[in-house]
């Protein structure tokens, strides 16, 4: 199956720094989605990205789907900010399924 | 309105109960799923629903067993569950796969913690 992997593992940031996010795939993608999983476990929709460049307040997402990467940028970063981050893609091969695969995730904390 | 909501909040239950875990969304999707995550795990796909009927089932013990009674309802009845099946379990929903004028965007709700004694 599709391989997903996202880096850092565990990032610790200052207050108000900037941050990007990697997350890299092995296959092809229908669809590429960025969550952010609170410390209560809620699994937060920040971006539906399978190519191009999105941006929400502070943050931004990039996908170049022919090069099997995308980025996720936080900047000014809050407390708030602090949680999992992770990458799920759809791969485009097999059986049309709605299957997401998730990376592991980067764990941020944001320290004031 | 992009939410989807889950019933109970946390659940702790011993190894004989039987028990449900309850998921409604009422975004017009006809696509709804049910995750595991483990601690410090990324979530793990169990079911697809898919026009109220189960499309796939990741090969989860038949202790687990879903139900789609309509279009906006997703349960999961759970019956002799060992330890390990502690967890939290995540519904989530989206469109039908390749409809033309839409996406898999899969959206979550918040999550069931259930623990087994």
């Known amino acids: 199956g599709i391989q997903v992997e996202q880096s850092p593992p565990d990032l610790i940031l200052q207050e108000g720094a900037n941050s990007t996010l990697r997350c890299n795939f092995s296959?092809?993608?229908?669809?590429l989605q960025w969550f952010h999983q609170n410390p209560w476990g809620q699994l937060i929709n920040l971006f539906y990205i399978p190519s191009g460049t999105k941006q929400n307040g502070r943050l931004s997402a990039t996908t170049v789907a022919t090069e099997r990467y995308s980025l996720l940028y936080i900047s000014s970063s809050q407390t708030t900010d602090s949680g999992v981050y992770f990458c799920a893609v759809e791969p485009q091969s097999g059986a049309g399924s709605y299957q997401l695969t998730f990376g592991k995730g980067t764990k941020l904390s944001v320290i004031p | 309105d992009t939410e989807v909501t889950q019933t109970p909040k946390h659940l702790v239950m011993g190894m004989t109960n039987k028990k449900s875990l309850k998921c409604e969304q009422h975004m017009g999707h006809r696509a709804m799923y049910w995750y595991k995550q483990k601690a410090k795990k990324p979530p793990e796909l169990m079911f697809v629903?898919?026009?109220?009927?189960?499309?796939i089932n990741e090969s989860v013990p038949s202790r687990f067993s879903p139900e789609c009674p309509n279009s906006s309802l997703l349960n999961l009845h759970l019956h002799a569950l060992q330890p390990e099946d502690s967890a939290l379990y995540l519904c989530?929903?989206?469109?039908?796969?390749?409809?033309?004028?839409?996406?898999?965007?899969?959206?979550f709700g918040p999550g069931t913690r259930l623990t087994v004694l």
């Open positions: 989530a929903s989206s469109h039908p796969y390749k409809l033309p004028t839409s996406r898999n965007e899969q959206f």
């Open positions: 629903y898919s026009y109220e009927k189960l499309s």
């Open positions: 296959d092809s993608v229908n669809n």
